[in-house]
């Protein structure tokens, strides 16, 4: 199959299935007195939409925690010239966001590691869009290549990460001095100390995963978006998982909201747990910076085969409704939980994406 028709083939099933997984489809839910838009948030697991109501919120929903661990402030634009890389506006568009060291917040790793490395295409160019979170210290190297980018990143209770732009080059400007052909598909290497993994094209289309690298918890998170031509607008999400001891649910999730390329477009919070039926099930609402409401998110979730005796790591796909209970678009992604000692511990990393006609 031709990889751009398998690339909006893919994508248009993420949120058809998570929308059938969650039971919402494309149709609206009965709400004729409008209760919803006004009721009292109390949550509810057996609700539709979990005791969550459409209304505004205070910015941040008014929390200061919410702006100082995933507000705007810790990330930086990158003025990379590379990412001035012309491409084709017909073609999709491929995002790539990398987070690496102490993604879960866990109290026990009380040392620094060493991240420096690189991210290198083959066949293919990189932009740096975004800096997450890097430090006094954390630099990205001087650019030598439009197809490596480089860095200097030590981490100890936090984490650091770049969201870059994949970009395909025509036959004619990749200048290849080799007897190779120049259509080979475009492959992306991580190369730091403590991981290299190399992925191929295909990965690349809906790529969400977690790879811990010691018995500590340090870890690299790997997440994509394809922006498919016209207004089709997709994007990542970054945040907190955690368990608490609550009676009616098992843990909350609370994050940020951003586009494909990094600007930051508001803060989303939740809570997950099992429902009457047996199933597990979150709900949550996103809202803009100023506090306007954009959607509830309503879908199932789960644990991956590999998870641990002392952490649990899992999967989430849902849907997000617009302020007339309409299915707006999808989200996935992936999540682990903490240690208990930590009440900032847990997080998801996943993707977004609009609902669009074409």
Not at 235 to 246: N, R, T
Not at 292 to 300: C, P
Request: proline share 4%; hydrophobic share 35%; with cysteine.
């Amino acid at each position: 199959m031709n990889r751009n028709r398998t690339i909006a083939l893919v994508a248009m099933l993420t949120i058809t299935g998570a929308c059938s997984l969650a039971g919402c489809d494309s149709a609206t839910d009965n709400d004729p007195e409008g209760d919803i838009a006004t009721r009292t948030q109390a949550v509810n697991l057996d609700d539709p939409y979990g005791g969550f109501n459409t209304a505004d919120e205070a910015p941040a929903f008014g929390l200061a925690s919410l702006v100082s661990d995933y507000g705007p402030d810790g990330d930086v634009t990158s003025d990379d010239p590379v990412d001035n890389v012309t491409t084709d506006a017909r073609r999709p568009r491929r995002f790539l966001m990398v987070t690496w060291g102490n993604l879960r917040a866990d109290s026990l790793i009380n040392f620094s590691t060493d991240w420096s490395g690189s991210l290198c295409a083959e066949n293919g160019a990189l932009g740096v869009r975004r800096l997450i979170r890097f430090e006094a210290r954390d630099h990205l190297l001087p650019r030598t290549s439009r197809a490596c980018v480089e860095w200097v990143s030590h981490t100890q209770p936090s984490f650091d990460g770049l969201i870059v732009g994949l970009h395909s080059l025509p036959c004619d400007s990749l200048a290849e001095t080799t007897a190779e052909p120049c259509d080979r598909p475009l492959s992306v290497t991580f190369k730091t100390g403590p991981l290299e993994i190399t992925f191929t094209a295909e990965e690349l289309v809906d790529l969400h995963r977690v790879i811990q690298v010691d018995d500590a918890g340090n870890a690299v998170a790997f997440n994509t978006v394809v922006v498919m031509p016209g207004e089709c607008p997709r994007g990542f999400l970054a945040g907190q998982w955690k368990d608490v001891d609550a009676e009616r649910y098992d843990g909350i999730f609370r994050g940020k909201w951003i586009s494909e390329n990094g600007a930051h477009m508001g803060y989303l919070r939740g809570v997950y747990g099992e429902n009457a039926r047996g199933d597990h099930v979150f709900f949550g609402k996103w809202i803009t910076e100023s506090g306007r409401f954009e959607g509830l998110l309503k879908g199932r979730y789960g644990l991956l085969p590999e998870t641990r005796e002392r952490r649990a790591d899992g999967w989430f796909e849902g849907v997000w409704v617009s302020r007339e209970l309409r299915a707006a678009g999808g989200l996935r992604g992936v999540w682990g939980t903490g240690d208990a000692a930590n009440d900032e511990g847990g997080y998801f990393r996943g993707m977004w994406a609009r609902r669009c006609l074409n």
